[in-house]
């Protein structure tokens, strides 16, 4: 039943070292969303994909890339993790505008 | 960019109580969304409005484009119902969300 999938659900890795999220959805959204969220902190917006258009925002760091090979799959890819980038990772879907569907999220722990 | 506050941060109430989490936002907005955050993660959109009043089941949302104002109102809350609140705007298209810092509620048995 699940909708809109994350994996891993946890992810350690060591600091430098790429490290990849995955996010899967059976929705047949056309767009996706990735969010970081740390903690006590709101989830912010890192970037999106509508369609096949990538869309980044601007304070997204160089570091944090993005790939989606086809509607179903988004993955988050971090080059260098540092310190700083230990978060939950939220992956969201929409149809357009509409009401967005988020996954269980990542948490993603440096060391 | 639009600045979005919600109001109270924390809120600890007795299970039965009406329950009232605000929300305000700086600039127009396409939709002012509403979500629920339990612990571990997990977030849950509740309602997606651009205009009066929406109800389901417990929970109802209104808001007031003129003011630029919105609230989340719990009747006979439960203690099931705590969780963190978060309401988040989209200014436009499928740009993605800005939240607010979220609401933490507890209701108490």
């Known amino acids: 039943d699940a909708m809109v999938i994350q994996n891993p659900r946890y992810q350690v890795t060591q600091f430098g070292k790429p490290v990849t999220l995955s996010c899967s959805q059976t929705?047949?959204?056309?767009?996706m969303y990735w969010y970081q969220q740390k903690s006590s902190q709101a989830p912010k917006l890192l970037f999106h994909?509508?369609?096949?258009?990538?869309?980044n925002e601007a304070d997204t760091p160089d570091n944090f890339q993005s790939r989606r090979p086809n509607t179903s799959f988004c993955f988050l890819d971090i080059r260098s993790p540092g310190l700083g980038d230990a978060a939950m990772y939220l992956c969201?879907?929409?149809?357009?505008?509409?009401?967005?569907?988020f996954g269980p999220g990542t948490r993603l722990l440096v060391l | 960019k639009n600045e979005v506050e919600q109001s109270p941060q924390n809120l600890t109430a007795q299970e039965g109580e009406f329950i009232t989490i605000n929300c305000s936002y700086s600039v127009g907005i396409s939709a002012l969304h509403w979500l629920q955050q339990h612990p571990g993660g997990g977030i849950v959109s509740l309602f997606m409005l651009s205009s009066g009043k929406k109800k389901h089941g417990r929970l109802i949302a209104t808001i007031n484009i003129q003011e630029k104002h919105s609230s989340l109102h719990i009747t006979a809350s439960h203690p099931r119902d705590s969780a963190v609140y978060i309401c988040?705007?989209?200014?436009?298209?499928?740009?993605?969300?800005?939240f607010g810092k979220g609401t933490h509620l507890i209701i108490q048995p």
């Open positions: 994909y509508y369609d096949k258009d990538f869309n």
């Open positions: 929705l047949n959204h056309n767009v």
């Open positions: 988040a705007e989209s200014g436009g298209g499928a740009d993605g969300l800005t």
């Open positions: 969201a879907t929409s149809r357009g505008t509409e009401t967005q569907y």
